[in-house]
C-alpha cells in the first residue's frame, strides 16, 4: 500500500463544474502538499498546508490531520484547470517528500 | 527572475553512454533535490544536497551520481549502470529552516535511452 493515495486517478469535468481530489496518508507529516502539473512537465506548488483550510483563488485545499486526509477543491473549474494534480506530504521531522501519483484532470468547454 | 532552470528539455542518449543533466537555481535555497518520475507512480528521491559540498542519497540513487561544488548547481550524471534510465527528472529547491518544507521545482528534463 502507497503512504500517499489520492483519488480519482483520472477526473473529467465540465467547465464551471466544482470539484474534488482527495489524498490519503498513512505516515506522520510536518505538512502536505497539493501540486499542480502541466502537460509540459514543470510543477507548480499551490499550497502548503499543516491544518485547517486555505484558500487562493479558485483553488481551496483542507487537511484533517486526525483523519490523515486532504482535499483539494476547484470552484467553477475551466478549461485551463486542466493538468495533472499531485498530493505530497514532508516527512515528520526529515526533509523528505513522498508523492501521490496524482490525479489527471481534464475540463472541457 | 527568480527560478530554476534544467537544460536541455529533451535529450536522446545512446544505451551506455553517461549522461548530464543540468540543474541551475538563483533563489539562494541552500536544499536541492533531484527526482525521477515514470507514468503511474509518483515522483521518487535520487539524490539530495543540504548544503554545497554534501550530498545524500535518496531512495533510488543506484547508477546516478551528483555533484554540489557551488550553491547554484546541483547536476546529475546518468551512468550506464542505471537499468532503466528513460524518465522524467525533475530538480527542485527549498530554503533551509523551517521552509525547507517548501519545494521549488524546475520544468524538468525528458530522457530517453535507445
Known amino acids: ?109 | 527572475d527568480g527560478g530554476i532552470t534544467q537544460s536541455p528539455k529533451y535529450l536522446f542518449r545512446k544505451e551506455g553512454q553517461n549522461v548530464t543533466l543540468s540543474c541551475e537555481q538563483n533563489l539562494n535555497h541552500d536544499a536541492m533535490y533531484w527526482y525521477r518520475q515514470d507514468p503511474g507512480q509518483g515522483l521518487r528521491l535520487i539524490y539530495y544536497s543540504q548544503i554545497v559540498n554534501d550530498f545524500q542519497k535518496g531512495d533510488i540513487a543506484e547508477g546516478y551520481s551528483v555533484s554540489r561544488e557551488k550553491k547554484e548547481s546541483f547536476p546529475l550524471t546518468v551512468t550506464s549502470a542505471q537499468k532503466n534510465p528513460t524518465a522524467f527528472y525533475l530538480c527542485a529547491s527549498s530554503l533551509p529552516g523551517q521552509l525547507r518544507y517548501e519545494q521549488y521545482f524546475g520544468p524538468g528534463t525528458r530522457l530517453t535511452v535507445t
Open chain 1, 1 to 109: 500500500k502507497n503512504e500517499v493515495e489520492q483519488s480519482p486517478q483520472n477526473l473529467t469535468a465540465q467547465e464551471g463544474e466544482f470539484i474534488t481530489i482527495n489524498c490519503s496518508y498513512s505516515v506522520g507529516i510536518s505538512a502536505l502538499h497539493w501540486l499542480q502539473q502541466h502537460p509540459g512537465g514543470g510543477i507548480v506548488s499551490l499550497f502548503m498546508l499543516s491544518s485547517g483550510k486555505k484558500k487562493h483563488g479558485r483553488l481551496i485545499a483542507t487537511i484533517n490531520i486526525q483523519e490523515k486526509h486532504s482535499s483539494l477543491h476547484i470552484t467553477a473549474s475551466h478549461p485551463r484547470d486542466s493538468a495533472v494534480y499531485i498530493c505530497a506530504v514532508s516527512i515528520y521531522n526529515t526533509d523528505k517528500l513522498i508523492f501521490g501519483t496524482g490525479t489527471r484532470l481534464q475540463v472541457f468547454p
